[in-house]
């Protein structure tokens, strides 16, 4: 089986590259490399020693996408645009890139007649919680121009199938994801200043920024800071075979994969001290606009369709973050 990996040179992309082509799958990375390095596909080669067809391109190309797909059997589509402060400043770039780069991608799949499809949702679909923890039938609606990209391919990918009901379609919905291949080889290399917690504690472990800020301690959760569902790049990664797997049938599906429990960033923070005996100054700021006090998956539906459960603890996903920053202190140079 030969499958095409829209942004496969990314984070969770290479990772995913790794599982599925420790599991026998060929694959083709289609990516702009517009927030990744092709060293990330030299090193997925290199821990796998399996080869990486790479075809620099875009996926808002149509015609260039149609040609680059062809004799490929499925697609996991990763490629897009995935911070949500710049989505607010930026959101016709963010509604070009993943809403028509989606609609390219799914013509010039079906000029080829290939209907397979894993696509790269987002917790961010479900917005401020109506009850918690959230499961796939809790009403969905975001907040920003990014959750809201998410949600319209959603919503396509429903639509499609509604309209040729031949499609295999899973939709996963990501809470947070952390850590590193156990090699240190690829891992996660935001440019400029990290966006997410985890890059950036690792980026003041190693001595790249001073200390972190924490975005408030008044929220309503047990040490007052944000609480998230962090779930392991690797468990991720493997998350996504076990969907190609379960596409025997026609279905469109939109699964969780989170690891059910809830951390606090101090929980977070101390747990990267314990791993890797680095200290990390923190000071408290005040909440970043529009964050969430809490929110954590009910990830039953992925144990129960895809016999897929989160393996890696929260001390592991620490370790691995700084097994990979360590190795490469300044990411993929
Ligand atoms: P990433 O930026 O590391 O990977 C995305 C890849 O897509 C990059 O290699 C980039 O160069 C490529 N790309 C972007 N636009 C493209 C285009 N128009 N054509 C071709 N390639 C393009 O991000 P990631 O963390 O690996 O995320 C992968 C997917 O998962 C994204 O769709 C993201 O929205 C989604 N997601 C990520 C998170 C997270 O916290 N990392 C959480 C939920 C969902
Ligand atoms: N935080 C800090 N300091 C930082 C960064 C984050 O205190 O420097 C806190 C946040 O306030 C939050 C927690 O750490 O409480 C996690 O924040 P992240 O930015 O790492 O993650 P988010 O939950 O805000 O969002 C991420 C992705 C979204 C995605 C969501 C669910 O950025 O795109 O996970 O998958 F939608």
Redesign the pocket.
């Known amino acids: 089986m030969k499958i095409f990996i829209?942004?496969?040179?990314?984070?969770?992309?290479s990772h995913t590259c790794v599982e599925l082509l420790n599991a026998g799958y060929e694959v083709v990375v289609?990516?702009?490399?517009?927030?990744?390095s092709p060293q990330a596909l030299q090193r997925v080669e290199k821990i796998t020693g399996k080869s990486v067809q790479f075809i620099q391109?875009?996926?808002?190309d149509e015609t260039v996408t149609t040609e680059a797909i062809q004799g490929c059997d499925g697609v996991i589509?990763?490629?897009?645009?995935?911070a949500v402060g710049e989505s607010v400043a930026k959101p016709l770039d963010y509604y070009e890139?993943?809403v028509y780069?989606t609609l390219c991608l799914l013509r010039a799949m079906q000029s080829n007649n290939i209907k397979t499809i894993v696509f790269?949702?987002?917790?961010?679909v479900y917005g401020d919680p109506e009850y918690l923890p959230f499961d796939e039938i809790h009403p969905l609606r975001t907040t920003n121009p990014?959750g809201q990209t998410?949600l319209v391919i959603e919503e396509i990918l429903r639509d499609l199938y509604k309209s040729d009901t031949s499609w295999k379609i899973m939709i996963l919905r990501?809470?947070?994801?952390v850590g590193a291949h156990e090699s240190g080889l690829i891992g996660?290399d935001p440019q400029g200043l990290p966006n997410?917690l985890m890059p950036f504690v690792a980026q003041v472990a190693i001595g790249r920024r001073e200390s972190l800020n924490v975005f408030g301690d008044d929220y309503d959760t047990h040490d007052g800071t944000g609480v998230r569902d962090y779930i392991h790049v690797m468990d991720l990664a493997s998350g996504h075979l076990k969907a190609l797997e379960a596409l025997t049938f026609p279905q469109c599906t939109a699964i969780n994969l989170g690891s059910g429990i809830g951390y606090s960033v101090l929980d977070l923070v101390n747990a990267f001290i314990k791993a890797t005996d680095k200290p990390i100054p923190f000071i408290i700021t005040p909440r970043r606009e529009g964050d969430i006090a809490e929110f954590y998956a009910d990830p039953t539906l992925a144990k129960n369709l895809l016999g897929w459960s989160a393996q890696r603890n929260l001390d592991q996903m620490c370790r691995d973050t700084w097994n990979f920053q360590s190795q490469n202190p300044q990411g993929y140079v």
């Open positions: 829209t942004g496969g040179a990314g984070y969770i992309g289609y990516d702009n490399l517009s927030n990744s391109g875009d996926i808002r589509h990763f490629a897009g645009l995935k890139n993943n780069g790269s949702s987002s917790a961010t990014y998410k990501y809470f947070n994801p996660e997410n």
